[in-house]
């Protein structure tokens, strides 16, 4: 971009008459979106042979287990107690991969409600090391591993899942992963009382396999996992208005958006926690969220709940199902007073089309999300001590506007039809 002030010395020229040279460094910062970290811990990350086996796998619904609320005024997935009825797609669905269903959809309703806002899965592979908007994981697979047998979520068990990747998808398993599927899984094998048709830890099925058989159908459900988490590194949403402005396209955003962007990355200060080119610190803060909505658990902890979770999960980085356990991803960990109500900083790519907003869906419009923020957030209501980087903002309504301009910049071109299609055996 030229210099639009002839004449003037190096700290008063702007930059597209506009940004001094300090803030276009910032917005510098924001902008390409790179290639997709590395995850060491999964072997299968970047195999496209486990992506699309892991496509297949996301939009499967035989390993759920039975509807707990129903109805068609909730947007339901089927009535109370028919099985085989949500898949991971369920809530992630659409051009931006996000739950448009569930009624109120402030929070997503899989066999029953889960108290969260589903995110997009688009461009979720960014978020370095911790997934979702409490870090429960330090994986996308381990991620992955979570909703098939959270009752809420799916409500089904490991030994289901195992059970449909024989029945439906063996030979693109055993092309892929060592072992082969057991040969016992198949109904009709003699000895397929081994592996129960349902169960996970703690469960009577699970308690009387062996240690042995238990192991087995750990270590499939695990490869599971990596499967579907090599589908979602592929979920990647590129060249946003914004991108192209930064790389030199100086009409490729409006005049209110340049001003929001220098609000961004100047008096508003966005960026001290929108950072990078993903638009997250990938930190946790007490925003000053005082919880509200249908379906919402207004005293959840946030980040130290997380902690305990991700530190006791035999899928953690550290643990042995990973591939690499020297990421050094937990060192240090501890669950303190601090992180009490802490919820991480969201990326903000496309953040046009994925409301309502907050984890709570609580904020339905881009507009409520920003005057939120310029007034500090709530007074009172909020679980944990308020982020000394929430005050006031004193942001005019007009600024409020441009703000919410630039971030509509930030939506990039849809992932590819191809890989949003339902692939799954029917």
Request: glycine share 10%; aromatic share 8%.
């Amino acid at each position: 971009m030229a210099v639009m002030a002839s004449g003037c010395s190096a700290e008063e020229a702007l930059i597209d008459g506009l940004f001094t040279p300090v803030e276009w460094e910032k917005v510098q910062t924001l902008s390409p979106l790179p290639e997709v970290p590395e995850d060491t811990t999964n072997r299968y990350a970047d195999d496209p042979n486990a992506a699309a086996l892991g496509q297949r796998l996301f939009f499967e619904k035989g390993y759920s287990g039975p509807i707990a609320v129903g109805g068609a005024e909730s947007g339901a997935l089927g009535e109370v107690g028919e099985t085989g009825r949500v898949a991971c797609a369920s809530c992630h669905h659409g051009t931006w991969l996000i739950d448009h269903r569930s009624t109120p959809n402030n929070a997503s309703l899989g066999t029953a409600w889960i108290p969260r806002n589903a995110n997009s899965v688009i461009n979720a592979a960014f978020y370095e090391p911790w997934i979702e908007n409490d870090g429960v994981s330090d994986s996308l697979w381990s991620d992955v591993l979570v909703d098939p047998e959270l009752n809420i979520a799916m409500d089904g068990s490991r030994l289901q899942v195992v059970h449909v990747l024989w029945e439906k998808y063996r030979d693109e398993y055993n092309a892929m992963f060592d072992p082969d599927l057991d040969a016992d899984l198949d109904p009709a094998s003699e000895n397929a009382d081994r592996f129960p048709a349902t169960g996970k830890p703690g469960s009577e099925e699970w308690d009387r396999m062996t240690a042995e058989d238990q192991e087995t159908v750990t270590g499939i459900y695990v490869n599971f996992g990596k499967a579907v988490a090599a589908y979602l590194r592929l979920l990647v949403s590129r060249e946003a208005p914004f991108d192209r402005y930064v790389a030199g396209e100086t009409g490729a955003i409006g005049e209110d958006a340049k001003h929001g962007l220098q609000l961004f990355v100047g008096k508003a200060g966005c960026v001290a926690c929108h950072s990078g080119s993903h638009f997250s610190d990938d930190e946790f803060h007490v925003n000053g969220l005082a919880p509200a909505g249908p379906n919402i658990n207004p005293e959840e902890l946030g980040r130290a709940t997380a902690i305990d979770n991700v530190l006791k999960n035999p899928f953690n980085s550290d643990g042995i199902y990973s591939d690499d356990r020297a990421t050094g991803r937990l060192e240090g960990l501890k669950k303190t007073e601090e992180a009490v109500g802490q919820w991480r900083t969201k990326g903000l790519r496309h953040i046009a089309e994925t409301a309502p907003y907050m984890h709570t869906g609580q904020l339905e419009t881009l507009r409520d999300v920003v005057t939120f923020y310029n007034t500090g957030g709530h007074a009172t209501g909020f679980v944990g001590v308020k982020s000394d980087k929430m005050k006031p903002l004193n942001l005019t309504d007009e600024e409020i506007d441009h703000l919410v301009a630039f971030l509509e910049t930030l939506t990039g071109a849809p992932v590819d039809e191809a890989l949003r299609e339902d692939t799954s055996a029917r």
